[in-house]
T-cell receptor, first 117, second 110 residues
Framework: DAGVIQSPRHEVTEMGQEVTLRCKPISGHDYLFWYRQTMMRGLELLIYFNNNVPIDDSGMPEDRFSAKMPNASFSTLKIQPSEPRDSAVYFC???????????????FGPGTRLTVL | GQQVMQIPQYQHVQEGEDFTTYCNSSTTLSNIQWYKQRPGGHPVFLIQLVKSGEVKKQKRLTFQFGEAKKNSSLHITATQTTDVGTYFCAGLNNFNKFYFGSGTKLNVKP
């Protein structure tokens, strides 16, 4: 397996533009997570899905952020409109479970570095 | 609300010295995982602890889960330059909610 795939790897956009980040989890993993990492706030869990259903979106900063998982092999994180404070590295991760019945490590993708000017 | 606090934020050591990072939760955790992130990279899973008082070792790394399942530690014996990176703990609470600690950035001087 190629691991978790994220695209694009880098995105530079202007304030007000719509940004869509994409993720392909590892096949067979039931959980998918979206994280945001900044120097100031560290690694923040934004939302996670179980079997394509959003379970916990309490970390989504505001209505400008939305995430979807239309099928087991694809998820998107959309920011509309984008703002400079959204600049960060966004990670997608997937896992077989939450670790409640065994070691269910999260496999992280390489991340998307987003810069909003 | 639930928080997972991690200390110290930074640690600079001389190669060969030991290193410890601590993770504390305000509530009981179902399990705790540890990850390492190299500069410019992504977090990589190290280990998971589930049982109260559990201790696990991976070569020079020793992981502990507290008796009350509210705290955990990662200890590295005789650090090497390859240990450089940020170490994160991630706790799962009884409501299936994950919380990552703020991370401890380790720098090892050769």
């Amino acid at each position: 397996d190629a691991g978790v795939i994220q695209s694009p790897r880098h995105e530079v956009t202007e304030m007000g533009q719509e940004v869509t980040l994409r993720c392909k989890p590892i096949s067979g993993h039931d959980y998918l997570f979206w994280y945001r990492q900044t120097m100031m706030r560290g690694l923040e869990l934004l939302i996670y899905f179980n079997n394509n259903v959003p379970i916990d979106d309490s970390g989504m900063p505001e209505d400008r952020f939305s995430a979807k998982m239309p099928n087991a092999s694809f998820s998107t994180l959309k920011i509309q409109p984008s703002e400079p404070r959204d600049s960060a590295v966004y990670f997608c991760a997937s896992s077989p479970g939450l670790g409640t019945s065994g070691a269910d490590e999260q496999f992280f993708g390489p991340g998307t570095r987003l810069t909003v000017l | 609300g639930q928080q997972v606090m991690q200390i110290p934020q930074y640690q600079h050591v001389q190669e060969g010295e030991d290193f410890t990072t601590y993770c504390n939760s305000s509530t009981t955790l179902s399990n705790i995982q540890w990850y390492k992130q190299r500069p410019g990279g992504h977090p990589v899973f190290l280990i998971q602890l589930v049982k109260s008082g559990e201790v696990k070792k991976q070569k020079r790394l020793t992981f502990q889960f507290g008796e009350a399942k509210k705290n955990s530690s990662l200890h590295i014996t005789a650090t090497q330059t390859t240990d450089v990176g940020t170490y994160f703990c991630a706790g799962l609470n009884n409501f299936n909610k994950f919380y990552f600690g703020s991370g401890t950035k380790l720098n090892v001087k050769p």
